[in-house]
T-cell receptor, first 114, second 116 residues
Framework: GAVVSQHPSRVICKSGTSVKIECRSL??????MFWYRQFPKQSLMLMAT?????????EQGVEKDKFLINHASLTLSTLTVTSAHPEDSSFYIC??????????FGPGTRLTVL | AQSVTQPDIHITVSEGASLELRCNYS??????LFWYVQSPGQGLQLLLK??????LVQGIKGFEAEFKRSQSSFNLRKPSVHWSDAAEYSC??????????????FGRGTQLTVWP
């Protein structure tokens, strides 16, 4: 149990376009979902925390207008990178939580912006 | 500044040798502590966690970790490494206070290579 999926696993897009990444908890309801970003040889960095039906809480330095997060149901959260640029190229990972201090991670999405 | 430090970027050990991966944290109060492992194409998998109580924690796959409050450390150990243990290992901290409740902050990870 406690499986989290992400789609797509890999995406390449042109600069200026928007990209949507889906995160789903397949066999449990997630009250909270988290979005992380990882640049090569750097730590996994928390971007934002989202609770179903409410606005996401962004970490300091993360542009909320650029990284739109929607948590419309207890099993689905989406991250939209708007007007993507090459510096947004990264590995994006989501996690889903059904209780405090218990997170289950998706396999990640590799975004490349040309 | 609050931080999670894994000083070793890459460690290489021979199969059957012992392993210790270091993790230090800098937070005001004792946070909750975690070790995760990540293999290519797979999500992070929880190896073990420490919330309170016995400072030596047993995890999956034969791993253990010891919390040392005086050193702000939570080092991961395994007495005998197997080739299948080759992966990226990340230490994480949940400050668990106020608005940060539930959030995880990670070290940069240690890549483990195992020689046959």
């Amino acid at each position: 149990g406690a499986v989290v999926s992400q789609h797509p696993s890999r995406v390449i897009c042109k600069s200026g376009t928007s990209v949507k990444i889906e995160c789903r908890s397949l066999d449990f309801q997630a009250t909270t979902m988290f979005w992380y970003r990882q640049f090569p040889k750097q730590s996994l960095m928390l971007m934002a925390t989202s609770n179903e039906g409410s606005k996401a809480t962004y970490e300091q330095g993360v542009e909320k207008d650029k990284f739109l997060i929607n948590h419309a149901s207890l099993t689905l959260s989406t991250l939209t990178v708007t007007s993507a640029h090459p510096e947004d190229s990264s590995f994006y990972i989501c996690s889903a939580s059904r209780s405090v201090n218990e997170q289950f991670f998706g396999p990640g999405t590799r975004l490349t912006v040309l | 500044a609050q931080s999670v430090t894994q000083p070793d970027i890459h460690i290489t050990v021979s199969e059957g040798a012992s392993l210790e991966l270091r993790c230090n944290y800098s937070y005001g109060a004792t946070p909750y502590l975690f070790w995760y492992v990540q293999s290519p194409g797979q999500g992070l998998q929880l190896l073990l966690k420490y919330f309170s109580g016995d400072t030596l924690v047993q995890g999956i796959k034969g791993f253990e970790a010891e919390f040392k409050r005086s050193q702000s450390s939570f080092n991961l150990r395994k007495p005998s490494v197997h080739w299948s243990d080759a992966a990226e290992y990340s230490c994480a901290v949940a400050p668990n206070r106020g608005s940060t409740l539930g959030r995880l902050y990670f070290g940069r990870g240690t890549q483990l290579t195992v020689w046959p």
